[in-house]
Every structure is written in C-alpha cells, then in structure tokens.
C-alpha cells in the first residue's frame, strides 16, 4: 500500500501530456515556443484574430485587459492569448506593438498553417471555417477558455460582459485551487496513516522480539540452574 501512495504522490509530480499539443509549437513574439513559457501550464482565455482589424479584435482585447485587471492577483493563473488567423503579415513586431496597445500580458502566437487549421477546428468551427475557404482575417470574437492541458472548458460569446467572465473565470479558478488543496491533503492524510501503522507495526515486532529473547535467555538460565 505504502509502495501504491508513493507512487501516486511521483505520479501527481509528472506532468501529463496535454490534451491538444498543437498549442504548444506556436511561437510567441520572441520566437519562443509557447510550451517552453510558464504560461504553458495554465488556464488560457484564447480568441483568434489578426492586427489589421479595426473593430472586433479591438473591443475583444479591451474586454480581456478589463477581465485581467479585474482578477488582480487571480489573473496570474491565467494566460490570456491571441492566435493570429493571417501569420504571414502579422509579423512578430506587428504583433507586439498592436497586443502592447491594450495589455503587455496578452501572449501573440503564431503558428503554422496546418497547426492554425487544427487549432482552429479543434475550438472555433466558424474561424476554421474562414480559414477552409482562404479568408485569414478571421474573428469571431469568441474567448475560450482553457485548461492547463488545453482542453477546452468554456466559451465566452462576444456579449458576455467582463464582469461577467470574471465571475466566472474566479470561481472555476477557486473551484481548482480546493480541488487540488483536497487531493493533496487526502494524499498526505492517506500516506502519514500508512506509516503510522506501520511504525506501530515496527514498534509491536520490536517488542515481540525483546520479549521472545528475553524469554529464551530466562530459559536459558533455568536450564544451566538445574545441571
């Protein structure tokens, strides 16, 4: 059993692979690959779009600096990223300074053609849909929101309003935290039980011992007394 919850607890240490990896071989601003960043591993608010547009990609990335601003110190456990759906003229530099516009924490990804389609059929049928008949300048103004392995765990219509998406946002990410709280300490609670028996185990055999040895010794003695 000990052998079991030992294992379990290295288990609970390993990474596991993400749902979708797809995600992880886009290249940030930087030409970093975004698996390599930290903010691989956490939730991710995700929408696509392309820096030459005027209107929805704007509002859409206002209503993100205002979810972000919002959350404070909660908003540290989120990524929030923005796809490019037109890579070959949304240059790295021309990311940069239309992201930096609204908020420096936004992450610019681009990615290859093949991996947008797959990402993009994965999460948002309409942008894949754009990209199937060649039109790149593709929005739709949908955020979604994803788990740490990239799964997909909600989507934000373009009317939900930034208070409500934090609302949202802080009770998934409450609902995590005690989640994972609960599991660790029910490991730990299961692994200190384990070696309590075992040491009152450890402590019963000791004595058994002793006994069993002191009585072999007092026979011992009767015996050499009677010749």
């Known amino acids: 059993v000990l052998a079991g919850l030992l294992g379990y607890a290295a288990y609970r240490s390993i990474p596991m692979p993400p749902a979708h990896d797809y995600l992880g071989s886009f290249q940030d601003t930087d030409g970093t690959l975004f698996a390599q960043r930290p903010e691989a591993s956490r939730y991710k608010l995700l929408t696509f779009g392309y820096t030459s547009c005027a209107d929805v990609c704007p509002t859409t990335l206002l209503k993100l600096h205002q979810v972000l601003q919002a959350l404070g110190r909660q908003g540290n456990e989120v990524a929030v990223v923005f796809v490019s759906t037109e890579p070959g003229i949304d240059t790295p530099e021309r990311m940069s300074a239309f992201l930096g516009a609204f908020d420096r924490q936004v992450i610019g990804l681009r990615g290859s ?10 999460l948002s049928p309409e942008t894949a849909e754009a990209l199937a008949h060649g039109r790149q300048r593709a929005h739709s103004g949908m955020i979604y929101l994803l788990r740490p392995d990239n799964s997909q765990l909600a989507i934000y219509s373009p009317t939900e309003a930034a208070g409500d ?7 998934r990410l409450l609902r995590s935290s005690l989640d994972a709280d609960a599991g660790d300490a029910t490991a730990q609670f299961a692994l200190g039980t384990v070696l309590a028996r075992q040491q009152r185990w450890a402590e019963a055999q000791h004595a058994f011992f002793r006994a069993r ?3 072999t010794a007092s026979a011992s003695r009767a015996s050499q007394a009677r010749w």
Not at 165 to 171: D, E, F, N, P
């Open 113 to 122: 053609p093949a991996n947008l389609e797959a990402v993009a059929r994965d």
């Open 165 to 171: 998406i934090v609302k949202s946002l802080s009770a």
């Open 213 to 215: 040895s002191l009585a």
